[in-house]
Structures are given as C-alpha cells and as structure tokens.
C-alpha cells in the first residue's frame, strides 16, 4: 500500500504533500529532523492521507495536486487548511 500524504507544520502552519509505503516511519523521520526539506519546519503532524494500490498511482496524485494549484486549494480547504 502506498499513501500520499498531506502534513502540517507547527511552526509556520504551512503544508507539504509527499508520498510513501511507511506512513508511521515517514513521520518520524520528518519530526526528527532527518528531512531536509522540512527540518526548520518541525513539529510536523498529518492532516490528510489517501491509499493507493501501486507507487506510480499516488506519485500522479502527488503531480496532480504540486502541479494544479485548483485542485490543491480545493483539497487544503475541505481538511481546514486557510488558503490564499
């Protein structure tokens, strides 16, 4: 199973939309500082996730929602998320 995922950082309530097959190990490593990308920005909590039956399924997911700003906003807003 694989999952795209949606986290929300403590520090500067922004998002990040990744994906993965370890859902509980991803944040780990995101709160223990072992993700560049998002090491300033810790504590980190999920907000959202989909499932998916195979990797190249959630990576098109996760291209469509980084590459459709319409579709990102739509989805940020149904979970809570202030978008402007």
Do not use: C, W
């Not at 190990?25 to 980190?44: A, C, D, F, W």
């Not at 989909?50 to 469509?64: C, M």
């Amino acid at each position: 199973m694989y999952y795209l995922y949606i986290v929300r950082s403590s520090v500067n309530k922004g998002s990040y939309i990744g994906i993965t097959d370890n859902i509980e190990k991803r944040l780990m490593e995101y709160n223990q500082g072992k993700t560049k990308s998002l090491r300033h920005r810790i504590p980190v909590e999920f907000v959202y996730k989909e499932e998916f039956v195979s990797k190249g399924d959630a990576r098109k997911r996760e291209l469509q929602l980084k590459n459709n700003y319409q579709i990102r906003k739509m989805l940020l807003q149904k979970i809570g998320f202030s978008v402007h």
